[in-house]
């Protein structure tokens, strides 16, 4: 795989990772809007579940949960949710992961922190806080379940462009799951459908006191 490099510095001699890693993880990686029509098996969902759940989270909560929407009839569910534009694609996908947050991640605080597990009755209290962290540390999680996609070798095509409200009633009734997030998942078909849009320079999103 050939890697575009060019930068202001060298970045290839700042990076610990090859240079073929490193464009399939950012450099080259795209979202992906169709996918080569292979199926994904489940331990490659797995794979991709035992690095993201690796990265870190406040307090170690782990609020994101997924339902990995495979079969047709669960997928015709989901994507009546969908907004329209995120149908087809949604309906095409090999393989779609619902990502939720669990809005009662302090009642595992026994497990995941044990340490913090005193804090539990606190945070049973202050929902809006609660709510606040489940919310945050799910959002970062998703950002680690799309790298670590393409680290297993799938495009990832993340999506907030849906009915929040009924995708909860179709498939987190009863629960205490909250639906934020539908990450479309299949090998790359390098098929590129739009130009890449301009990242912000170092200079514009950075600053150094
Ligand atoms: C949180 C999030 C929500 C998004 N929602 C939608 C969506 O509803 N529909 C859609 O077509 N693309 C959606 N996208 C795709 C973005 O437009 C795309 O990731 C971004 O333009 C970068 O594209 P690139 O990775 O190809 O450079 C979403 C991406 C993210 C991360």
């Known amino acids: 795989m050939s890697v575009d490099l060019a930068t202001e510095i060298n970045l290839q001699d700042?990076?610990?990772?090859?240079?073929?890693?490193?464009?399939?993880?950012?450099?080259?990686?795209?979202t992906a809007n169709s996918f080569a029509p292979?199926?994904?098996?489940?331990?490659?969902?797995?794979?991709?579940?035992?690095?993201?759940?690796?990265g870190?989270?406040?307090?170690?909560?782990q609020p994101l949960r997924i339902t990995w929407v495979r079969s047709a009839e669960a997928r015709e569910r989901l994507v009546a949710h969908m907004n329209d534009g995120n149908k087809d694609?949604?309906?095409?996908?090999?393989?779609?992961?619902?990502?939720?947050?669990?809005?009662?991640?302090?009642?595992?605080?026994?497990?995941?922190?044990?340490?913090?597990?005193?804090?539990?009755?606190?945070?049973?209290?202050?929902?809006?806080?609660r709510l606040a962290m489940a919310a945050n540390n799910a959002h970062l999680q998703a950002?680690?379940?799309?790298?670590?996609?393409?680290s297993a070798g799938l495009a990832a095509g993340p999506m907030t462009g849906f009915d929040n409200a009924g995708m909860d009633a179709e498939f987190n009734a009863g629960s205490t799951h909250k639906s934020f997030m539908v990450v479309n998942l299949g090998k790359p078909n390098g098929v590129i459908d739009r130009p890449r849009l301009h990242r912000l320079d170092f200079d514009v999103a950075t600053a150094t006191l």
Do not use: C
């Open 14 to 30: 700042e990076l610990i990772l090859d240079p073929d890693a490193a464009a399939a993880l950012f450099l080259e990686a795209r």
């Open 89 to 129: 694609k949604t309906l095409a996908a090999p393989m779609v992961a619902l990502l939720s947050y669990d809005t009662d991640w302090h009642e595992l605080l026994g497990s995941t922190a044990p340490h913090a597990a005193g804090m539990a009755p606190m945070f049973a209290e202050n929902v809006e806080g």
């Open 143 to 150: 950002g680690y379940f799309v790298v670590a996609a393409r």
């Open 38 to 54: 292979d199926e994904i098996s489940e331990a490659t969902l797995q794979a991709v579940y035992t690095l993201t759940r690796m």
């Open 56 to 61: 870190p989270t406040a307090m170690n909560i």
